[in-house]
């Protein structure tokens, strides 16, 4: 269990880094150019996601998302405490992950967003994200699991520019992006909303889910 909240911890870590750091570095060399910056932003995300879930995933089943636990507890995979541990050490981790990412461009450890995100298109948003993304999880890891980890990294890069709140999607990534002053970061005050969707969907998802799966498909064993 340990060994599974470091890996949790370590991996947050790393995805948040690599968010709000190729977004600083995007910005930085884009001159201007907001769709450079998301390019650079998305395809950074996409790739670390990829490169941690396969790095991390025997251990610890490379969650790295309040959203997806939840999802795994629910369907009885995950241990209610062991739930609460993995979500602490996602949290824990993805405000390291922001710090690293704001040493390595000179700027404070945190300081709060003013990115304004906000409204109903928004949050309709990553509703579509998070039931997304756990679609793609619970398929893959049904019928293809060694295609996860570059499912889910397709998934996030893609998403980032068919949602118009840029695919946060993800509990723990969105409350450290609140302590970001960058081109990846959500107001404080815009924070909570964001999240309950991502919770919300993550329980619509396990429940739609659950019932797809219950009988098997017809030309499969």
């Known amino acids: 269990m340990g060994r599974r ?4 911890t370590l991996g947050t870590a790393f995805l948040l880094a690599a968010v709000v750091g190729s977004g ?4 930085r060399l884009a001159g201007g150019n907001i769709a450079i910056a998301l390019l650079a932003n998305s395809l950074a995300t996409g790739a ?17 998302n309040p959203a997806v636990s939840l999802n795994v507890a629910m369907e009885g995979r995950l ?5 609460f541990a993995y979500v602490s050490a996602q949290i824990v981790g993805a405000f390291l992950g922001v710090a690293a990412a704001h040493l390595m461009f000179g700027l404070p450890l945190f300081f709060a967003s003013t990115h304004v995100r906000h409204g109903a298109p928004q949050l309709w948003s990553e509703f579509v994200a998070t039931f997304g993304l756990l679609a793609v999880i619970w398929g893959c ?15 996030i890069t893609a998403a980032y ?5 840029t695919s946060f999607a993800n509990p723990a990534v969105t409350l450290a992006r609140a302590a970001s002053n960058t081109f990846a970061g959500i107001r404080p005050v815009d924070a909570p909303a964001f999240i309950i969707v991502q919770l919300f969907a993550a329980c619509v998802a396990t429940v739609f889910f659950r019932w797809l799966g219950k009988e098997p498909l017809r030309g499969t064993t």
């Open 5 to 8: 909240v470091v890996a949790e």
């Open 24 to 27: 600083i570095m995007g910005e």
């Open 48 to 64: 670390v996601l990829v490169a941690l879930i396969l790095a991390l995933g025997p251990i610890s089943g490379a969650h790295f």
């Open 79 to 83: 241990p209610w405490s062991e739930f």
């Open 141 to 155: 890891s049904r019928f293809r699991s060694h295609t996860a980890p570059y499912a889910v990294g397709a998934y």
């Open 161 to 165: 520019w068919f949602t118009a709140s």
